[in-house]
Structure formats: C-alpha cells, structure tokens
C-alpha cells in the first residue's frame, strides 16, 4: 500500500504544479494531503495511522516538518540562507537603477565592428551582469529590450539573437553570486552528513572497524566553496558561448554582421564605457574577491555587495544632477581611509595604551561614521527617486519569501517521499544498475535534464537533489566531493531556463520581442546553446579539477587554513615534498654531516640523547621514502588485478545482506502477528515462503562468491598496511627530528629570561621565612606558572609547586619549602650555564639546519602551507581517488 500512496503523492505534486497552482503551496499540499491520506485509510482499515508508512508514521512526518522550519529560522549554525535576500536586493536594486542597461549599451558599441560582436557584447554583459545581479528574469528582459531591436535592425539572425539573449541571462544561475548555489550548497551540506553516515556504515561492514580514516570521508560543501568551484566552469561557458557567435560570424557573415559604430573614439566615448564598466567589475571584485581572500563569508560579501549596488543606484539615479557622485566619492574616500588607519594603528578599542592609539581610533570612528553617513545618503537618494529603494524592498521581500517557502515546502515533500519508502526505491533501482557511479550519475543527470523542460531550478533543487545526492556521495569508487556534484547539477539546472516548452528565459524574452520574431525561431535559438552547456557539462564532469582546484586552494590559503599536518593533506604534501627531496638531496644530507660534528657533550644527556637520535632519524628519511616509494608501488600494481574480484565480490555481497534485511524484516512481521489478538487467524506461510525462496536466493548468491576471494583480500590487506606502515613511520621520523630541532632552538632563544628568573628564585627564601605562608604561595605560584610557560623547565618548576604546597594546610614546613626552593635554584644555575654556552656556540649551527630541513623534513611542523604548496596540494585534493578497495 506504501507505492500506492507514494503514487499519489507525485500524481498530486504533478497535476497541482501542471494546472498552474503556485510551486510554494503545490509541494506541501501534495505532501499533506497523501500523508493525511494514508494516516485515514491506515486508521479505518488497519486500526493505525501509521500502518501504511514505511517509515514512521503521521506524527513523525509532523515532527520532521517542525524540525526543518526550526533550522530554517532559528539553528544558527545554518545561516548559509541569509546570503539569498542581501544578493536579491543587490541584484534587483542594479536592475532598477538602469547601470545594466548603461553596461549594454556601452559594450555593444565597443564590440559591435567586429564579426558577431553585438552578440559577443550580449554574452559579456551577460557575464558581468550574472556576476552583479544573478536574477535571470531581470537580465533577459533588460536584453531583450535593448539588444533585440538593435541586433535585428542590423540583420541579425532572428533566431541566433533569440538564443544569444535567452543564454545570456541563464549565465546568472551558475556564475556566482548564484541564489541557485546557494541553495544548492544548503541541501548538500545535509545530503553530505547523511552520505558520510552511510559510507562510515560501509566501511564498518567491510573491514570490522568501528572508525574510518578521516581521509576518507565526503567532501562537504558550503556556499562559498560552491561559487569558488563554479567560476570556471561558468567561465568556460561564456567562452563557449563567444566562440559559437564568432565561428558562426565567420562562417556566414550574414548571421552575425559586423556593426560600425556611428559616433567617434574619442575621449568621451572612453569615460563613457569607463564609467559603464568599472563600477559594475569594482562591485564583482570586492563581492567575490573578499570571498576568495577569506577577507569575508558569503553573507558579509552578499551585504557588502547590497551596499555597494544601493551607492551605485544612487548615482545613477541622479545621472546629469549636480552632487550625483558624491555618496560614492565619500564611501571610497572613508574605505580608503579605513585600510590606511588598519595599516598604522591597531583598532582594537580594548587595546589601548597611549595617545596614539585614542589617535587611531578617533580617526577610525571618523571614517566609519562618514562612511554610514554615505550610505544613508544613498538610501534616502534612492527611498525618494522614483521610490526606488521602497520597490526594490518589496521585490526583495516578495522573492526572499518565495525562496523560504517553497524550502519549507520541499523539505515536508520530501520527508513524505522518505515516509513512503521511495528514498528505499531510488537507492534500490539507482545501486541495481549495472555500470556502478557513473550509470547512476548519468541517470540522474538525465532525469534532472528532463524535469528541466516542466520545472524551475528551485523544485528540482529542494526536491530531486536532496533525494538523489545522499546515494551519489557516499560511494566510495568515485569519491565525489559535494562541490563538484552541486556545479554539475547547476549547469544541468540551467538549461531548464533554456528548454522548451516551459523554459523561463523563453518566456521573458518573448514577453518583451517584437512580433515580427516567432516562438519557433526563440526555441530554435535556444536549442543551439543548449548543446553548447551540455558540452560544458561534459567538460565539467571530465575535468573535475575545473570545479575542485579554486576551493580547495581558497581553503588552504585562508586565515582559517588547515596545518601542513592535517591528515587530509597528507598524501598531497607528499607527492610534493618527496619532489624536493630529490632536488634537495646532497644539501639535506650535508647539512646533517654539518651539524652532527658541532659540539653537544656538555649538554645534559637527556638532550645529547634526544639530538643524537635526531641526527639518526634525518639520516634514515630517504630510506623511509624510498620504502614508501616500494610499497606504494606495489600497493598499485596488486590493485590492478585486484580491483574487478573486489567489485564482483562487494556487488554479490551487497545483494546478501539486501536479501539479509528482508529476511529480518520478515521474520519481525511473522513475529508481530503472532503476538497480535486480532491476526491470530491469518496464515502466517506466506512469510515462511518467502523466507524459505529468500534463504535459497541467499545461498545462491553465497555459492557465487570466489574460492580465492579470501587469501586475495588478504594479500591486499597486507600490501595496505605495509604502504600505510611506512607513511606512518616515516610522519613519526621527520616529526620527531623537527620537533628536538625546533625545541632546541625555543630553548636557546630564552636563555636570557633564565637568568632573569634565576635571580628571582633565591629571594623566596626570604620570602619563606618573613611573609605569611598563604602570601607565600602566592608568590611561589606566580613565579611557578612564569617558569611553566618556558620551554622545558618544568623540573625546576615541580621543584617551586613542591615548595608551595609544603607550606600549606595549618602545620606549614618552611625547612622543607626552603631546602626545596634551594633544590629549584641549583637545578636552575646548571640550566643557566649550559643554556648561555649553546646559546653562543649552538644557536647558529642550529638556524642553519633548520633552514636547510624546515620545507622538508620539517614541513609538517610548519603553520602553514606556502602558496606553492598550497597549489600543487589543492590540485592533487582536486582529483577523485577511488576509494572502494578499501570498502
């Protein structure tokens, strides 16, 4: 009964979305209804509501809507969703402002004498503009109005300046700032948590360990991972799209003619396109540069880029008015002021100290304050033209609210679908196809291309993705990240914008075309650039690195970067310092040579040991490296032959515990009835027939399984742990011989502070002997936690605490403080000494080492990876490895 009523779910979403009844109340509708359905017949004919769920039941569906209408709202941590108003209002406020319009009409007369260069300034505005606004509407009709009369009044193919327009303003979906990324970046970072369950799961059925690498888990994503890993794929597709118009030019001139432009290239002319162009690319820079630096997250550049399109409006608002710019000169000149006073002074109100700082804060919060003033002079510029502000305001509020409640809705659609058992049924017939990640993952694409000709991006992005992602993530052979799956699901999403007969751009563009254009020629237009994203879809899925490098190298050269000894990184880091060792080699070596003849004896043998073994553990790293080499290598060549006897395996075992889980599931329900009054009469052989056709289908599965299944396994095994044996060793080796190095020099550095503290250690006894025990301790202790916070003096300090608590309780023992305290200074004037003479014969020979060592044997020990290193990291993390032998 549970398909039956999953039936009913997607019949009543289908007709409700089909006959034109709003999206935001047709998906929680179809969900209420089926489910209040299902609670009714459960009710009427089993005597429970939750009979005919597969999962849970009425209530449980009502507590899942509860719960995502609270994350929605009020969890902080999900605050990705605040992006999506500030970026609206940014968009709709440049839309209505007319800078799009003055980009348009700049461009086109920059680009219009060369072959398709209306065409070609068509697609670059579009570009800038998807970058600036990211409302697909806006963009077409903005277009359409200006560049249609103009393209066919110079004898543009109707058809190629249709489909020029219509994927022009589509770009906005997947160039960030893109209200579909961030959405999508909201699903998949639940869909991710939900992947990574399963795949910890898998591995736990696998190999019987209860944890799993950290190296080994899915790739989430975030907003602005997803801008960052769509960029140049959206790149790639205004060159695409560029490329068609001006092959096509070149092919047939008549398609595209060149068009020259009536006026001169002059000075104006210059200031003109200038002036066009510069705010909107300052706007795209400061938005999506502060995002990439690590400078701001998605939602402070989504309001720094508010603000900024509010000060642009304003004085365009004002155009040929005197004063006009002046809001925008004031907010650069307090910006720059800003940044200037960040480079001089610390503006940290709490760190105060003097009159030059009070200087630095006054100007700062002079900046700031002209910097507000600008931009309320902005608002009520824009509140009173036009009643601009109030316009975009309520246009902002109106989308905003649909976005919300259209994921509201989703999520109760979605936990209906789940309730129902179709969760179960998609992972079934998606992990049944043969052909394994890749078979699923076109299917899915070609279902989300399919649902693009009847859907907008939005459905297909709360409903489909948070289904369908879940399965996708978790496998372990592809080992996709969340970034990558989410960019090639907007390219797919954007065509839905393109695809006849419901597809939007079609429908703005022919709302604002003159008649002499027909429907037919907008569809044909469209088609052919249809085929140009699929390509760039292709692309995409090919060349992951195009998706993966620009987040992974944001996140390794943030401030909030991961260390060099981040097990994630490790295998990266590898390849590249295992690189420079060999470049490296003879220096490396000799500067081992060099430092083990300095002199150490008369340091204390605790150190002489700890050095020693240093030197030994330098000297062992090629042969540590060379072992890795072997036994990765080897690892490698067994896997080869290795890898088809483990799909076939897994795939036969898979289906064993598929069939494991019915029998069990059986074997409840017999069970059940057994115990219930009111079923006492029903047969219960049935079940017993099927447990019986499913032990024997079990065993047949069984009896697939190869005989040399086991000692293969094993050899792998054995090759696994050797390779992961040396790594660990070898980590182990170069972090032990950095670490002494890098003690070693701490503790040379602050042989000045002990002689400091070495004449406030004698005086205690004084103290002991003339002050209250209680005043005592205290002085003891602070001197204590002086030494506690030094490199390796935690002997002398035991010596010190030891001192402080004979002088407790109401008996204290100022002879055994005392005979303490001086044990503490004795052990402190041999620290002294031998401190002073490194220090002066030591601290070179070290430095040198160090040098030579630290972007090597020392890297893991470093803060931070270099830029270098970042890059060549972020690109091998860009790559996805497969991990299923280890599954």
Wanted: aromatic share 10%; net charge negative; proline share 4%.
């Amino acid at each position: 009964m549970e398909l039956y009523f999953l039936i009913l779910l997607i019949l009543i979403m289908v007709f409700a979305l089909t006959s034109g009844f709003p999206v935001a109340f047709s998906l929680p509708g179809a969900a209420i209804i089926s489910v209040a359905l299902a609670a009714l017949a459960g009710y009427l004919f089993e005597g429970n509501t939750d009979a005919y769920f597969v999962l849970g039941g009425p209530n449980q569906w009502l507590s899942a809507g509860v719960t995502n209408f609270r994350s929605l709202y009020w969890v902080v941590e999900r605050d990705t969703l605040i992006a999506i108003p500030l970026f609206i209002f940014m968009g709709i406020m440049l839309q209505r402002s007319k800078i799009a319009e003055d980009l348009l009409v700049a461009m086109a007369q920059l680009f219009g004498p060369i072959p398709g260069g209306l065409g070609i300034s068509v697609v670059f505005v579009g570009a800038l503009l998807a970058a600036t606004t990211g409302i697909v509407g806006a963009t077409v009709i903005a277009m359409g109005l200006i560049s249609l009369p103009a393209m066919l009044r110079n004898n543009y193919s109707k058809s190629l300046a249709c489909g020029t327009i219509c994927a022009s303003g589509t770009l906005g979906q997947i160039i960030p700032p893109s209200i579909v990324l961030i959405i999508l970046a909201d699903q998949l970072s639940s869909a991710a948590d939900q992947a990574a369950t399963v795949r910890k799961a898998e591995y736990k059925d696998a190999t019987g360990q209860f944890s799993m690498p950290s190296d080994f888990d899915v790739v989430t994503a975030s907003a602005g991972d997803m801008f960052m890993g769509a960029f140049i794929p959206g790149m790639i597709l205004v060159g695409l799209y560029m490329g068609y118009i001006l092959i096509s030019a070149l092919i047939n001139p008549k398609k595209a003619p060149p068009v020259p432009f009536e006026g001169e290239y002059d000075r104006k002319f210059v200031a003109r396109v200038l002036l066009a162009l510069i705010p909107p690319l300052a706007l795209i820079f400061i938005v999506l540069g502060s995002i990439i630096l690590g400078v701001a997250t998605v939602n402070q550049a989504g309001a720094i880029g508010a603000i900024g399109a509010m000060i642009m409006g304003s004085y365009r608002l004002m155009e040929g008015k005197p004063k006009a710019y002046y809001p925008a000169a004031i907010a650069i000149i307090s910006i720059v002021a800003i940044i200037i006073l960040l480079n001089f002074f610390d503006l940290n109100i709490k760190n105060i100290t003097n009159s030059y700082d009070a200087l630095g804060i006054a100007l700062a919060c002079i900046a700031a304050a002209s910097l507000l003033f600008s931009v309320a002079w902005a608002a009520i510029r824009s509140y009173r033209i036009d009643d601009t502000l109030n316009g975009v305001m309520m246009e902002t509020a109106k989308t905003t609210s649909m976005v919300f409640i259209i994921l509201l809705g989703a999520a109760m659609l979605t936990s209906a679908f789940r309730g129902f058992g179709g969760e179960e049924l998609v992972k079934e017939y998606l992990t049944s196809l043969p052909g394994g990640f890749w078979t699923q993952f076109i299917v899915v694409m070609a279902v989300i291309f399919f649902l693009g000709f009847f859907l907008d991006f939005l459905e297909i992005a709360v409903v489909v993705v948070p289904i369908v992602a879940p399965i996708l993530l978790a496998d372990p052979g592809a080992n996709i990240t969340a970034v990558w799956f989410g960019v090639m699901v907007g390219l797919n999403i954007q065509t839905s914008f393109l695809t006849p007969p419901f597809g939007f751009a079609l429908f703005y563009l022919r709302g604002v075309a003159p008649p002499t254009v027909s429907t037919m020629q907008i569809y044909k237009g469209a088609s052919a650039f249809i085929g140009l994203q699929l390509l760039g879809l292709v692309i995409a899925g090919a060349f992951p690195g195009l998706v993966n490098y620009l987040p992974n190298k944001t996140h390794l050269t943030s401030e909030t970067a991961p260390p060099p000894s981040n097990p994630k990184l490790q295998e990266c880091l590898e390849d590249y310092v295992f690189a420079d060792y060999e470049r490296q080699k003879k220096s490396i070596i000799a500067s081992i040579e060099i430092v083990k003849t300095a002199n150490i004896s008369y340091l204390p043998d605790e150190y002489q040991d700890r050095l020693n073994q240093s030197y030994a553990n330098a000297g062992k790293t090629f042969a540590m490296i060379n072992e890795i080499s072997v036994s990765a290598g080897k690892l490698e060549e067994y896997s080869v032959e290795h890898r088809p006897l483990h799909t076939l395996v897994r795939g036969i075992q898979k289906n064993m515990r598929r069939i494991e889980n019915r029998i069990k599931d059986l074997k409840e329900q017999k069970q059940r009835l057994r115990f219930d009054e009111d079923a006492s009469n029903i047969d219960t052989s049935l079940f017993d027939a099927k447990i019986v056709t499913l032990e024997s289908e079990h065993g047949v599965l069984a009896s697939k399984l190869p005989d040399n299944w086991q000692s293969a396994h094993e050899i792998f095994d054995q090759l696994a742990k050797a390779a992961t044996k040396a790594r660990r060793t070898y980590r182990q080796s170069v972090d032990e011989t950095y670490e002494t190095i890098i003690t070693m020099r701490r503790m040379l550095s602050e042989s000045e502070q002990l002689e400091e503290k070495m004449g406030r250690i004698l005086p205690l006894i004084d103290t002991v002997r003339e002050l209250d025990p209680k005043e005592a301790m205290e002085t003891i202790k602070a001197l204590a936690a002086e030494l506690d916070s030094m490199t390796e003096m935690h002997r002398v300090k035991s010596k010190l605490s030891k001192a402080r608590r004979a002088l407790r309780g109401n008996n204290p023992d100022q002879e055994k403080s005392i005979d303490l305290i001086t044990q503490a200074a004795s052990l402190m004037q041999t620290e002294v000494d031998w401190h002073n003479r490194a220090a002066k014969e030591l601290s070179d020979e070290f430095e040198a080492f160090d040098n030579a060592i630290a972007k090597t044997i020392g890297m893991r020990m470093q803060e931070r990876l270099s830029v270098d290193q970042a890059e060549s990291v972020a690109s091998c993390l860009s790559v996805h490895k497969d991990l299923s032998l280890y599954f």
